[in-house]
């Protein structure tokens, strides 16, 4: 009861603490909205100004972009058949690992049932 008592107390702080953070940031980001959003309101007839050359900059950006984009999906295709063995090998090691850990608590059953055949077996009549 106790241990559940504790447990329900480190819960209740836990979630406490995040409520001071969470109210901490909130603070924080609302006087970083009060600075920022008449910067922004003022700054945005300047955007929309300079708006078809950001376009056109995007614009002629594109193909390189693409070319990047296809040299990363090559890359990745190289790539795939390397880490789909990894995986596969980290996988095998996990499943082999399991089996033994399975395993391992059932050793004194078997040596103990061992002994008790060993113990008790039928031996064949001598004629």
Same mark, same amino acid.
């Given at each position: 009861? @106790? =241990?559940?008592?504790?447990? =329900? /107390?480190?819960?209740?702080?836990?979630?406490?603490?995040?409520?001071?953070?969470?109210?901490?940031?909130?603070?924080? *980001?609302?006087?970083?909205?009060?600075?920022?959003?008449? $910067? *922004?309101?003022?700054?945005?007839?300047?955007?929309?100004?300079?708006?078809?050359?950001?376009? =056109?900059?995007?614009?002629?950006?594109?193909?390189?972009?693409?070319?990047? %984009? @296809?040299? &990363?999906? &090559?890359? &990745?295709?190289? =790539?795939?058949?390397? /880490?789909?063995?990894?995986?596969?090998?980290?996988?095998?090691?996990?499943? $082999?690992?399991?089996?033994? &850990?399975? /395993? $391992?608590?059932? $050793?004194?059953?078997?040596?103990? %049932?061992?002994?008790?055949?060993?113990?008790? *077996?039928? *031996?064949?009549? @001598?004629?």
């Amino acid at each position: 009861m @106790t =241990a559940l008592f504790v447990l =329900a /107390l480190l819960a209740v702080v836990g979630l406490s603490l995040g409520a001071i953070f969470s109210l901490v940031f909130f603070v924080l *980001r609302m006087a970083l909205w009060m600075v920022f959003l008449p $910067i *922004r309101l003022v700054m945005f007839p300047v955007r929309m100004l300079f708006f078809p050359l950001r376009l =056109a900059l995007k614009l002629v950006w594109l193909p390189v972009s693409l070319a990047f %984009g @296809t040299v &990363g999906m &090559g890359l &990745g295709v190289v =790539a795939l058949p390397f /880490l789909f063995l990894v995986v596969c090998g980290v996988l095998v090691f996990g499943l $082999i690992a399991a089996i033994i &850990g399975a /395993l $391992i608590p059932a $050793i004194p059953f078997v040596l103990l %049932g061992l002994l008790l055949w060993g113990i008790f *077996r039928q *031996r064949p009549a @001598t004629a």
